[in-house]
């Protein structure tokens, strides 16, 4: 009888698959429009002009973030460029060339050093040559967070003691106390991967996140957190409603957003990760909807070579997920609500 039973009610999810599964497509782009890491608005034809072998418009668009204090843009544009620079080594070297004191040039140089210090096989070693270089792009603007965001990422690196990392999270925050480059920087220190734990870490976001401006991103840090826990493969060491905890906190900061925002972009992503393993499939679907056409490589590249590909399918996964919970009758419940317990009646 169990086993008959259990058949039936395989075959009536089956079918509900079949049914919604296309309705829950509003909203959604098709795969071909999901764009990887795409550039923003401003950062889009700076990267052209990159390609061009021309540095005059990267160059504007950092000292335009430095002059505002645009921190967290000018976080985001050093990353991206230096990632450009990876491959184009000449670009930037034609930059320092042409403005060898450029605080911005100087940024971009100790972002890629760092870069590809981290990618060697002697690490530590290749870390430890960078350590000028961050200094030169913290005198550049003594008022940048930037550099000590880096800073942050060398002392994980070399190994720094608790000490060194104190000393310099305390530089970054008093540049910028709300800067989320910095925060998600300390919290790699923290984390049981490294050279805290689990609750550390957790505690460290969670305490962020409490302090943090209303639309901050820091707000999904404890996310972070459950990201790191998750993927470590701890067992039980931070309660499962700590972590549902963070993935709340995380959707209501992502709904402050309008769907398709890309700069809460890779909070999404992430957030949509956490609620797949917390097989939280309503609120998952929501998330795919408003990340839109902007998927990230983190955190999809922890689990695939094709961030991309395994974004995609997830999506999918999720899509089919809700459908073969959702009622049968005409007078099922809208796509994306949920009951209180979180499934589909």
Request: net charge negative.
């Amino acid at each position: 009888m169990v086993r008959t039973m259990t058949f039936v009610s395989a075959l009536i999810r089956t079918a509900r698959r079949a049914r919604h599964t296309p309705l829950l497509a509003a909203g959604m782009p098709d795969g071909p429009e999901v764009l990887l890491d795409a550039p923003d608005a401003r950062l889009a034809p700076a990267l052209v002009s990159a390609a061009l072998g021309e540095y005059e418009a990267a160059a504007k668009l950092l000292a335009t973030t430095r002059e505002l204090a645009e921190w967290e843009n000018r976080d985001r544009y050093t990353v991206r460029l230096a990632a450009f620079a990876v491959g184009r080594p000449d670009w930037l070297a034609n930059w320092l060339a042409n403005a060898p004191r450029d605080p911005d040039a100087l940024l971009v140089k100790a972002e890629l050093a760092i870069v590809q210090a981290w990618g060697s096989p002697a690490r530590a070693e290749r870390l430890r040559e960078v350590a000028p270089l961050i200094h030169s792009a913290a005198d550049g603007d003594p008022s940048d967070p930037v550099p000590w965001r880096i800073a942050l990422d060398h002392a994980r690196g070399t190994h720094a003691p608790h000490t060194v990392f104190e000393e310099l999270w305390g530089e970054a925050i008093r540049r910028s106390s709300h800067h989320y480059g910095c925060h998600v920087a300390a919290l790699q220190y923290l984390s049981a991967q490294w050279y805290g734990s689990h609750r550390e870490c957790f505690d460290f976001a969670e305490r962020a996140a409490e302090d943090s401006l209303p639309g901050s991103l820091i707000r999904a840090l404890p996310a972070r957190a459950a990201f790191a826990y998750l993927v470590g493969g701890a067992g039980r060491a931070i309660p499962y409603e700590r972590i549902d905890a963070a993935a709340d906190l995380g959707i209501e900061l992502s709904a402050a957003y309008e769907p398709g925002d890309p700069w809460p972009a890779e909070v999404r992503n992430l957030l949509a990760y956490v609620l797949v393993v917390r097989r939280r499939w309503p609120e998952t679907l929501e998330e795919f909807r408003r990340i839109g056409p902007y998927a990230t490589s983190f955190p999809w590249l922890h689990l695939a070579a094709d961030p991309l590909g395994q974004f995609l399918e997830l999506r999918e996964f999720v899509r089919t997920e809700v459908a073969a919970g959702m009622p049968w009758g005409r007078d099922r419940q809208k796509p994306g609500r949920a009951r209180s317990d979180g499934h589909y009646a």
